[in-house]
């Protein structure tokens, strides 16, 4: 077993001399391990301990082993902290750093492993120390969904976190960030019950989706990575290095994927065009060093084009669903019509007291609007809303975020888009301007668009009575054979239906019916449908 209680060792980095040597036998420390190991087995009991074997191992804050290239170095790459699983790992991580340092990609989507997931935040022993005893003492504990870690809380926070707190969010970690998952009313407790079935959160996350649906919701995003790429090659080279067009007129937001030489995706973002050489980019929480990597490697050497990470100069809030835009009118004397402000547009302007770069773009499926805010405006822009709001606002977390996105077919980098799928596969072609002279990955991108793309992400409803959670994994079939593995699942409140995506070979997704998908050896039947089960004319974010 692993103790909860593991001993850190060579913090400050082994001895020069050390080649695996053994440490000196701890018995205390082993004892509570032996203890249940005779209490289980009793003639353990009787057999005495002839010698105890005490070696350190190497583990990582998320119990996972790090491979690829350092982001600070050139050419220097990393196969390490195989935490107790190097051995079986070995053959398999040879191969693919090899590919990785001769071909600079490995050829397969490692993003678990690669080394671009750790933040800047991971540099402090303290963190490392700390969430890695924990990872340490849980390797062979249950793993439960949606669980969070306890260790090496409240790295970064909003300035709006202690709002938010006080009205009942209910907060996970990811990427060092506190992010509201659920708001807790009145009277419920302000906390996640492990479990397989139905968690206690999933009737208030519904309360949450139906606001954005019927009302007016507020999302804290300000996790998002936000970017500045500018200079007078700046759109020479994110067209280069992006599939759609981005020679779009300031003011225009573009959906965009950045691919590898074989088409895959290797991030998913949106491109603000703020001035003929100026663009500000946004990705997901998770992503900061990988993306800002990607970019970066493309950068010109004599600087004339430049990329700035200015995450922690704006929050962001999300306010989204058919009465967004009343709810902003009231709080903004910006013309926000139609006419004056379409879809997949930015602007420049106030709310309350406070200057405020607004793109119209959703991922929820609903008119929406994302805000910019500096730093120090985001309490005031937070409560001018919800004055504003007389009541009417819903605060709501990154829980209905998914649930919403499912419904609407919105894919996620880790999950629906990764390298080994390209744009195409993913139902995102609209996505790539195959008439832009040049940009990575479209020689590849051209043969898939000639001949037809070999894997198409599909969406499927199972056929339950109750409400089902499923956490990606799950396995697809097709007439008792297997077809596929579900990348995301959820509940979809409105559409009242348990949803899952995958991946099918284009020959095996030629049918609606015949299809099931297997959650806790249950062998439920699911239908494939052809387009997003809500709202697929896109009336409700164009409105």
């Given amino acids: 077993g692993y103790e909860r209680d593991g001993i850190p060792w060579a ?26 190991a005779m209490s289980r087995t009793p003639c353990l009991a009787e057999a005495g301990i002839a010698r105890l074997v005490n070696g350190p191992e190497a583990f990582t804050p998320d119990g996972n082993c790090i491979m690829g290239p350092a982001v600070e170095l050139d050419n220097y790459f990393v196969a390490a902290g195989f935490n107790a699983f190097g051995i079986a790992a070995g053959g398999g991580a040879g191969l693919m750093l090899a590919d990785w340092i001769t071909r600079g990609e490995p050829g397969l989507d490692l993003w678990p492993l690669d080394i671009r997931r ?65 708001f807790a009313p009145s009277g419920v407790e ?48 994110i067209n280069r290095i992006a599939a759609n067009q981005m020679d779009r007129p300031p003011g225009s937001v573009i959906y965009t994927q950045l691919c590898n030489d074989r088409g895959g995706i290797e991030a998913d973002i949106t491109v603000s065009r703020i001035s003929l050489d100026r663009f500000f980019i946004v990705s997901g929480t998770a992503f900061g060093t990988r993306d800002r990597s ?22 962001v809030l999300n306010v989204c669903g058919p009465e967004s835009r009343s709810l902003l009118e009231r709080a903004s004397s910006a013309d926000l019509s139609n006419e004056a402000f379409p879809f997949a547009c930015c ?44 009541g009417r606002v819903q ?22 888009l990764t390298p080994d799928y390209t744009p195409f596969d993913a139902g995102l072609g609209f996505c790539v301007a195959m008439d832009k002279s040049e940009f990575r990955g479209k020689n590849a991108l051209s043969e898939v668009f000639e001949r037809g793309p070999r894997w198409k992400l599909c969406c499927f409803t199972l056929n339950t009575e109750q409400p089902m959670l ?19 699942g959820g509940y979809g409140y409105t559409v009242g239906r348990t949803i899952a995506y995958g991946y099918l070979s284009v020959d095996k997704a030629d049918r609606t019916e015949g299809y099931e998908i297997e ?25």
């Fill in 11 to 36: 913090v400050d980095g082994p001895p020069a001399d050390f080649t695996q040597e053994l440490l000196e036998p701890d018995f205390d420390h082993f004892m509570p391990l032996s203890e249940a």
């Fill in 118 to 182: 750790f933040g800047d935040y991971h540099r402090s022993m303290r963190y490392n120390v700390t969430r890695t005893r924990e990872i340490y003492g849980k390797h062979y504990t249950i793993s439960w969904p949606f669980e969070e870690h306890e260790s090496a809380r409240g790295i970064r926070r909003s300035p709006l976190a202690g709002h938010l707190e006080r009205r009942g969010a209910v907060f996970g970690a990811k990427y060092g960030w506190e992010r509201p998952l659920w």
């Fill in 190 to 237: 302000e906390k996640d019950d492990l479990t397989f079935g139905l968690p206690n959160w999933f009737e208030h996350v519904g309360k949450e989706h139906r606001a954005v649906r019927e009302k007016v919701a507020v999302i804290d995003q300000s996790s998002f990575n936000k970017f500045e790429l500018e200079g007078p090659g700046a759109l020479s080279l």
């Fill in 294 to 315: 990607w970019i970066s490697r493309s950068l010109p050497s004599d600087g004339s084009v430049r990329l700035h990470d200015v995450t922690s100069a704006y929050s």
């Fill in 347 to 390: 602007s420049s302007i106030m709310v309350g007291c406070a200057p405020v770069r607004c793109l119209r773009i959703t991922y929820v499926g609903e008119l929406g609007y994302e805000l910019y805010i500096p730093t120090e405006y985001a309490c005031h822009v937070y409560e001018t809303l919800i004055e504003a709001g007389d």
């Fill in 395 to 416: 605060d709501a977390g990154y829980r209905v975020i998914e649930s919403l996105r499912l419904e609407k077919g919105y894919r996620y980098w880790g999950k629906e």
């Fill in 470 to 488: 499923l956490h990606g994994g799950e396995t697809i079939c097709h007439d008792g054979n297997v077809c596929g593995v579900v990348t995301s």
């Fill in 519 to 543: 959650v806790f050896r249950r062998v439920i039947p699911a239908v494939r449908h052809n387009r997003s089960l809500y709202d697929p004319g896109r009336t409700r974010i164009l409105m």
